[in-house]
């Protein structure tokens, strides 16, 4: 049973993987505030920072074109104060592209959303690797092909 209180916010996190892995990339930024605060340290070592909205969308558009990707969240877990909500949830992200062997990555991931106007925006995500498999160069292999 769905906890109809939480669901806008399950479904702003689905609607926006979903986006992601069809490429519609419009839609996938419409989930986003204007700025986000994105952590993928546990997976690249890059420090966290604050990127535009359409920059964040932009480069996975860019990383990701001769790509196929598939991502599952689930086990969402809920945390609300006022008009702010924490969520965190698993992930399984696979990647695959012809002539590559393929990758996948699987974590948790913690978001934070601001409502706006009756609507929710992912102001900040984090990745929380657990571990990966197959082709961990998948992404710089696909670049530079």
């Known amino acids: ?3 109809s209180a939480h669901f806008p916010l399950q479904q702003t996190i689905i609607k926006m993987v979903n986006a992601i892995d069809t490429k519609q990339w419009k839609d996938a930024k419409s989930h986003f505030d ?3 605060t994105v952590d993928y340290s546990s997976l690249n070592h ?3 920072a604050n990127v535009a909205r359409g920059d964040l ?5 860019h990383a990701l ?3 196929s990707t598939h991502h599952m969240v689930s086990n969402f877990d809920y945390s609300l104060q006022g008009d702010v909500a ?3 949830c698993h992930v399984y992200a696979c990647h695959q592209a012809d002539g590559f062997e393929g ?4 974590g948790r991931y913690q978001f934070e959303l601001v409502e706006r106007q009756g609507k929710w925006f992912i ?3 984090t990745l929380i690797v657990h571990g990966q498999k197959g082709n961990p160069n998948f992404l710089a292999q696909l670049q530079g092909a």
């Open 1 to 3: 049973m769905v906890d």
């Open 34 to 36: 204007e700025e986000v």
């Open 46 to 48: 890059q420090p966290k």
């Open 57 to 61: 969308v932009g480069g996975w558009q």
């Open 65 to 67: 074109e001769k790509a």
């Open 86 to 88: 924490f969520i965190e």
């Open 103 to 106: 990758w996948d990555c699987f």
């Open 123 to 125: 102001a900040a995500m």
